[in-house]
């Protein structure tokens, strides 16, 4: 029995080991919103070690990429198609730069022929909250992983 028991202890230790190295803290999600009055189509946005084609997006839709991998960047490339005005690019400098350990949203908002991009707190309004870090008010906590089976 006791020989049981330690190769299920040693079995725990091991998919603890590796549920542990494959659980990362989500530190931000980007939102590319359409703020202008016509479909943005061929949404891609790109920086270095990151490059996402975001697909279209209507007046007031928004689309989103879950925690990239990439540290957010002080700048990037935001480029779309707009039916009036054809294919279009814009260099756009986040602002504020990110400060150290951010956790929230990475907003981009296409406007017609430009774009722009700020940081937001992680709280219920995302990128629909007033335009300024740190916030106000505490961040939502993140979920915990689960506990393992004893």
Not at 21 to 28: E, I, K, N, S
Not at 46 to 52: A, E, I, L, V, W
Request: charged share 15%; aromatic share 8%.
């Amino acid at each position: 029995m006791r020989g049981l028991l330690g190769q299920l202890a040693g079995l725990a230790m091991i998919l603890a080991a590796v549920l542990g190295a494959c659980h990362r803290q989500l530190t931000y999600l980007i939102v590319v919103r359409n703020a202008g009055k016509e479909i943005a189509a061929d949404i891609s946005v790109g920086f270095p070690k990151f490059s996402f084609e975001f697909g279209s997006a209507g007046p007031g839709i928004g689309r989103s990429y879950l925690d990239p991998t990439a540290p957010i960047p002080k700048s990037l490339t935001v480029r779309w198609t707009s039916e009036t005005m054809g294919s279009l690019r814009s260099e756009v400098r986040i602002v504020p730069e990110p400060p150290p350990g951010f956790s929230g949203f990475l907003c981009i908002e296409i406007k017609d022929t430009i774009a722009s991009a700020y940081l937001a707190p992680r709280t219920i309004e995302g990128c629909e909250a007033p335009r300024s870090y740190p916030p106000a008010h505490p961040p939502l906590p993140l979920p915990l992983p689960l506990p393992l089976p004893q």
